[in-house]
């Protein structure tokens, strides 16, 4: 019997997010990153990233919005805001 993809053990299990998932910080002023970041690789405690900034954990990083994947960067809160009212 084959077994239920949606079943199958992977390696992100443990993890949010999965492989090319494109994040930002959560903070700006972390690392002060503006930039879109796409996951590459999970190691069980931290995501390896396509960003000069390496490994990242995913307590500092959030799924990037629609808004963000349009202008391709991370919105500060004020546009954020304004892009979900528009």
Not at 14 to 34: G, H, M, Q
Not at 43 to 69: M, N
């Amino acid at each position: 019997m084959k077994s239920n993809l949606a079943q199958a053990a992977t390696p992100y299990n443990d993890s949010n997010f999965i492989a090319e998932d494109v994040v930002v910080l959560k903070k700006l002023d972390l690392l002060c990153v503006k930039e879109l970041i796409t996951l590459k690789s999970f190691d069980g405690q931290y995501w390896e990233t396509d960003h000069h900034i390496g490994r990242v954990s995913e307590k500092v990083i959030r799924s990037a919005t629609p808004s963000e994947l349009f202008h391709k960067r991370r919105l500060d809160e004020i546009e954020l805001s304004i892009a979900e009212v528009s």
